[in-house]
């Protein structure tokens, strides 16, 4: 069983992002966080095996949090920002600097193609809880 703490800012998105995960048998949401404060405490008591990480928050940002977490209590962390073109993109590739191991962007649409990024969220959640992580100093 893989466990997730889900960090995002927006009540929709964090709702989105649970059922998606809470839907396959393998994966469990342990924990919701909506800054980077919230995040680096629950990292810390949860111990989750992976975090997915929004970017922009408030009280502190995802790179803030990740920096945190990767000193204190290595975690997978997994990046989901909102366009892989906007200006949280350099935040995220900042986070990755500071022990993240992917980023991805948040799902743009339902139907189809809303199907196809739930696939490869949740086969890229899968691969990422299997990977070895190490202490960031």
């Known amino acids: 069983m893989i466990t997730?703490?889900?960090?995002?800012?927006?009540?929709t998105v964090q709702d989105l992002l649970v059922?998606?995960?809470?839907?396959?048998p393998d994966i469990r949401v342990v924990g919701r966080a909506d800054n980077g404060q919230s995040a680096v405490a629950l990292a810390a008591k949860l111990a989750p095996d992976l975090i997915t990480?929004?970017?922009?928050?408030?009280?502190m940002d995802g790179l803030e949090a990740t920096k945190r977490i990767m000193a204190d209590h290595p975690t997978r962390i997994l990046v989901v920002t909102a366009h892989e073109d906007s200006p949280?993109?350099?935040v995220a590739f900042e986070a990755l600097?500071?022990?993240a191991l992917d980023v991805v962007a948040?799902?743009?649409g339902f139907g189809e193609e809303g199907m196809v990024w739930e696939k490869e969220f949740i086969a890229k959640v899968k691969a990422l809880a299997d990977l070895e992580?190490?202490?960031k100093s």
């Open 88 to 90: 949280e993109l350099n």
């Open 97 to 99: 600097r500071a022990g």
């Open 19 to 24: 059922n998606i995960l809470e839907r396959d």
């Open 53 to 59: 990480m929004d970017v922009v928050m408030p009280d």
């Open 133 to 135: 992580i190490q202490k």
């Open 106 to 108: 948040k799902p743009a």
């Open 4 to 11: 997730v703490l889900v960090v995002e800012d927006s009540k």
